[in-house]
């Protein structure tokens, strides 16, 4: 079965630095998505994009951030200047369309020290 | 507002018992509901979906799921649970946004633990 695909697996990350995440969703999906979970926590939708832009984002996602989908494969979710509240797990998602469920990758857990 | 609320935090039970993991739900549209379940160091698996028709929706190993409107809930059950099923599940809702898509707002889990 297709699956999502997150690397890496584990960032650790200086304060201030830049991260990227990457995400490979399943090929023929449209939407995509990208959560966090900071641990022992809920997961939080952090942003939704469609169509090569963003249809909508949570009020954590600020200047920050941001999403790109620089090929047809690829979406990454970068954090620019990173804070040690940025430490948690973020993960994928994608769905063939809006209303289809969501299907998760792994994650990726980002540490910042 | 939209939420999802799970009010266990935690359940233990034995194997080969039933089980019956709660959600309620806050949203004032027609509900887009899932389960989704995570197993440590993995990412979420989609236990089982409502979209409409029948309240009573069959998913992945064994579990179904009952929606009520008038209760705002959709529960999660299993009638004879096993050792693997020990992991974290987790009730959603979907939310409709701009351009069709839907973001997911989780309830806070419930981590069930199977005695043997």
């Known amino acids: 079965e297709p699956e999502v695909t997150q690397t890496p697996s584990h960032q650790v990350t200086q304060m201030g630095q830049e991260v990227i995440l990457r995400c490979v969703p399943i090929s023929n999906h449209l939407y995509f998505y990208w959560y966090r979970q900071i641990l022992g926590q809920k997961v939080e939708f952090l942003v939704s994009f469609y169509n090569n832009e963003i249809s909508e984002k949570s009020e954590i996602f600020d200047d920050q951030f941001s999403v790109e989908r620089p090929d047809g494969s690829n979406f990454t979710l970068k954090i620019r200047s990173t804070k040690l509240e940025d430490s948690a797990m973020y993960f994928c998602?994608?769905?063939?369309?809006?209303?289809?469920?969501?299907?998760f990758g792994d994650g990726t857990r980002l540490s910042i020290l | 507002a939209q939420s999802v609320t799970q009010p266990d935090i935690h359940i233990t039970v034995s194997e080969g018992a039933s089980l019956e993991l709660r959600c309620n739900y806050s949203?004032?549209?027609?509900?887009?509901l899932f389960w989704y379940v995570q197993s440590p160091g993995q990412g979420l698996q989609l236990l089982l979906k409502y979209f409409s028709g029948d309240t009573l929706v069959q998913g992945i190993k064994g579990f179904e799921a009952e929606f009520k409107r008038s209760q705002s809930s959709f529960n999660l059950r299993k009638p004879s649970v096993h050792w693997s099923d020990a992991a974290e599940y987790f009730c959603a809702v979907g939310a409709g946004g701009a351009s069709g898509t839907y973001k997911y707002i989780f309830g806070t889990g419930t981590r069930l633990k199977v005695l043997a």
């Open positions: 998602a994608s769905s063939r369309s809006g209303i289809q469920p969501q299907h």
């Open positions: 949203y004032g549209a027609t509900p887009y």
